[in-house]
């Protein structure tokens, strides 16, 4: 299984700023997967044409199964990341970003200004993660429980996790 | 007040599986609505124009206050039901989608896989609910209570109701 | 600072009813609101051209920062409020409406009901609220502590608040 990990940041991309969010991304993904797997890392600007090719050419040219981005989800004028996913998958997934936001509300109430969300393209699953690190764990731990089902929906071999904090659910057939 | 139930599945359409979300739906309202109604049921494969051309005959020829569909709300390939439905409302409530999700992820957290919605097309209230049979009566007993009142802003006669498990509400005017 | 304040009630247009709502936002943000302030106060009907051009008005030519909307956000025929802020918004923030119909539904399962959304429009933050004074009170102790910061972002000036109920949240740099 592949993985595409998209920062979205004018600073990170300029190299003004480390990226924390990708390389947060990556050992949560090494935490919890315990399939095989592979990642394919990109660092870009919050231009919204150049995050839709890239998520373009990461479901339809480097088969990603999963594609998650981080930066670029808030109110801010350079913030495109939810315009340019909508603009490229076939179906949004409206729970992803109603229960991350949830979840991040708990511990600040300006969780509400983020607006991330998920969707398919053919057989990828595209979710957008706040930039925070802090918050991408929190994130990633209330929606990744019903990752490895969803890949299997799209046709993907269902990948294996382990973690201490959750579990996959998979319903019995 | 005539209600329209929807079943949205290939298989049960082609006859290779009994469908057993229709008449989940058609029980829970045997079960909880006390003014007269009846029922207008189809069951119909996974095809957008034809789950689309289906919600619009029931509202506008046959003339039902609620459309109550299931199935078709997941993120595989075939499932449209929420795209067709956005396609014939005229307004969409996102609070029912929102609300069923929310209740739904106390069971399980596949739950925010449900892509399921809820609008207005002239005087009909069409609501999604997702595909097993358990589910269904959960997210009905979510939204229920909301419905009667919905259906007299939209013009209709306030449906009475009576159930153990919650009491519609209606402001007082 | 200039806050917009519109009150959508085809009754309080035409004078047949005292309108409620607006007044309740004033008083709210004048016991809340500790940065010096004024308003911009509309009261027009339900026509979704007029609700889009009284936005555009308020952002563009009187340069009010934060744009409050009362009223329109329900089932009905004449409720378009939600379509008319979608219509001139550039950015949708869907974390305001869902918290806020997350909180009222802890008052009434009828809060499923309301369609109410946010969004950006330049530099402006626009949010729908519901019709009744209660309710209003309620959603602004929700929302409010996000707001500051989200001004923030968008280029103004940081607005200072005090609220005995909440506080609003500015994160560290």
Known sequence: MKVGIVTVSDRAS???YEDRGGPA?????AEVLESPHSTAYRVISDEQALIESTLVELCDQEDCALIVTTGGTG????DVTPEATIAVIDKEMPGFGELMRTVSLRAVPTAILSRQTAGIRGKALIV????QPKAIA???DA???AIPYCLELLG??????ECARWQAFRPKR
Chains 1, 2, 3 share one sequence.
């Open 128 to 131: 957008n993660l706040p930039g």
């Open 25 to 29: 991304i990556e050992e949560y993904l």
């Open 75 to 78: 109110p801010a004028i350079r």
């Open 14 to 16: 300029r190299g003004e």
């Open 138 to 140: 929190e994130c990633l």
């Open 156 to 161: 993907h071999a269902y990948p294996e996790t």
């Open 143 to 145: 929606v990744f429980p």
